[in-house]
């Protein structure tokens, strides 16, 4: 079973992120996911997770998530060091940042960056990073394709807005590359 | 063409519900269960959903519009959670009583004091006797089908008898899948609209919610208790219908995992069954010899399928998400009394667990699979048999 967890703010879309991921992966990926939100109350502002099972049968396990595969942090300033310690063995952090070289003391192999804000900015004008940041998580692992990314952006939205989210990932996978 | 959705246990409740055309819903939102009844205040807005939709100021206020609607015949539906639950306490009986064949669902959620939104059994379990049939899903998919399953039961004319469907508060009602949603005309043909003769009518007048004399309320409550009693033959026949139409079963009052050779068996509700499946299968690999009951239903207790799937185990144990206070959790005082008529002698042990929205680990069942061990190997039925899991603070022994 692969975990993915990401780490937001109340109205930057960190639960609408591990919905696209869920549904991505079990509409039009062929595979089974669960995503939930840390349960409790939600508040605008205030730090929050959410979380995403993904395997290839059906998911019986409704415990808490505690080792990740993938920690996703759309919010630069909840990045903590700690998340290291919460990597299964190949586990990746994925951080929004635009200040790669802060973070250079961190093994490289655990922690990829993407300036999502920049990118979300440029192209959305505003910096709602959930689309980018899942375009670095396919970028960078085989558990999401861009196709089926692409397919669950179309059933959440429509118009201008469903074209600009679908900028965002090449604009995202072309930067990884940088 | 059939088509699936990745939504969540409250969606799907509601979904279930657009597919079962009731003609009136009154509901009052609470978390965990807001979700449910947004949807389905849009779906009527919307128009994909032709029903009279009552926002009411209150759960009493409700469950009381439902038994007016329910009365005049009409398919009615509303839904709830925790102190909402305990707000209706007095319409839950009226509504019982009354025979009228609403379905709601229950977002299980713990009961103040300390106040909390998070999930437990112990609002549902506190009204095991009002009266209404109890069902308890596992996933999302399980709450639509039995939304749709909920009316064909209550409404059958020799059960007539409300239904309460309990979706474990967050861990299922806010967790996103995959459900299939079955198509309209298949839940049409197999859920008909609601015909009955026991309704106020112009033509017909009867006497309906009326009151009692000592020489007749205890016939009336035999005649609710023999209802509800045959209501387990209605729901295994239910179970082969919507399997036959759907293509799914849920197994009737209990869903038996990997019991027939099992030496230990825990018996769970809700989704915590999930939790204990995947743990058995790895113990499983590991050579010991256990299963998972999942009870479904809790009224009309299913006595019967307990007693003969545990009768070769050699120890019991039973999760309650709840705590009768001074005495023992509540699905295990009603599993032993079973296997105490089933003339059964296995230990038994009571888990005590998942209060308000603690985790449930695949470590803590674990753990209690291997207290199961001991207690079979030393049929040692002197010690504390009701053990709360991850205590947190010193306890007096």
């Known amino acids: 079973m692969i975990t993915v967890r990401f780490h937001g703010r109340g109205g930057q879309g960190a639960f609408t992120a591990a919905k696209l991921l869920g549904e991505a992966v079990a509409m039009y990926g062929g595979k089974q996911a669960l995503a939930f939100p840390s349960f409790g109350p939600e508040r605008r502002g205030a730090p929050v997770l959410a979380f995403v099972k993904i395997d290839d049968t059906k998911i019986y396990d409704r415990s808490e998530v505690h080792t990740c595969d993938y920690v996703v942090v759309l919010d630069e300033t909840l990045f903590n060091p700690a998340f290291f310690n919460d990597l299964s063995p190949h586990g990746r952090v994925i951080l929004n940042t635009g200040n790669k070289e802060l973070y250079a003391a961190y093994n490289s192999s655990q922690l990829f960056t993407v300036d999502a804000s920049r990118i979300a900015l440029e192209i959305l004008g505003r910096p709602i990073t959930n689309t980018a940041m899942l375009a670095a998580l396919s970028g960078i692992s085989d558990i999401v394709s861009v196709e089926a990314l692409i397919l669950a952006l179309e059933n959440y939205m429509n118009g201008a807005i469903l074209e600009k989210n679908k900028q965002i990932i090449p604009a995202v996978i072309a930067a990884l590359l940088t | ?397």
Not at chain 2, 2 to 20: C, M, T
Request: hydrophobic share 40%; charged share 20%.
């Open chain 2, 1 to 397: 063409m059939k088509r699936n959705a990745f939504i969540s246990g409250n969606d799907a409740v509601a979904e279930g519900v657009r597919l079962s055309r009731p003609h009136v819903i009154a509901a009052y939102p609470i978390t965990p269960q807001t979700v449910a009844v947004e949807r389905l205040s849009e779906m009527v807005e919307d128009g994909s959903l032709q029903s009279e939709f009552l926002h009411v100021e209150s759960e009493h206020s409700a469950l009381s519009a439902c038994i007016g609607a329910s009365a005049v015949g009409a398919r009615t539906f509303t839904a709830t959670s925790s102190q909402g639950l305990l707000y209706m306490a007095e319409c839950l009986h009226y509504a019982s009583g009354g025979r009228f064949p609403i379905v709601m669902m229950n977002a299980n959620r713990s009961l103040a004091l300390p106040w909390s939104i998070y999930g437990d059994h112990r609002d549902s379990l506190s009204q095991l006797d009002s009266g209404w049939i109890q069902v308890y899903v596992e996933d999302a998919q399980e709450s639509l089908d039995m939304v749709i399953q909920s009316f064909a039961l209550a409404e059958n004319l020799d059960v007539l008898t409300p239904v309460m469907l309990n979706l474990d508060g967050f861990t299922l009602t806010h967790t996103y899948e995959l459900v299939e949603l079955p198509l309209q005309e298949e839940v049409d043909a197999f859920l008909p609209p609601f015909e009955t003769p026991y309704k106020m009518d112009l033509d017909n007048p009867k006497n309906l919610a009326f009151s009692s004399q000592p020489s007749d309320n205890t016939e009336f409550k035999y005649q609710q208790h023999h209802a509800i009693l045959h209501a387990k033959q209605v729901i295994r026949n239910i179970d082969s219908r919507f399997a036959q139409t759907f293509g799914r079963s849920y197994g009737g009052l209990v869903d038996a995992y990997r019991c027939e050779d099992a030496e230990l068996i825990v018996i769970s509700l809700g989704s915590t069954t999930g939790t204990c499946r995947v743990v058995a299968d790895e113990l499983r690999k590991e050579g010991w010899r256990v299963g998972v009951l999942k009870i479904r239903f809790m009224r009309p207790f299913p006595e019967e399928e307990i007693v003969k799937i545990t009768r070769h185990a050699r120890a019991i144990g039973v999760i309650d998400r709840d705590i009768s206070f001074g005495f023992e959790g509540t699905v295990f005082t009603n599993v032993n009394s079973a296997l105490s008529r089933g003339n059964t002698h296995i230990p038994t042990h009571n888990f005590i667990a998942g209060l308000g929205g603690r985790d449930i680990s695949k470590e803590s069942i674990r753990e209690l699979f291997s207290t199961l061990k001991k207690i079979s190997k030393t049929n040692d039925t002197e010690q504390n048999i009701v053990e709360f899991l991850n205590l947190n603070v010193a306890t007096n022994d």
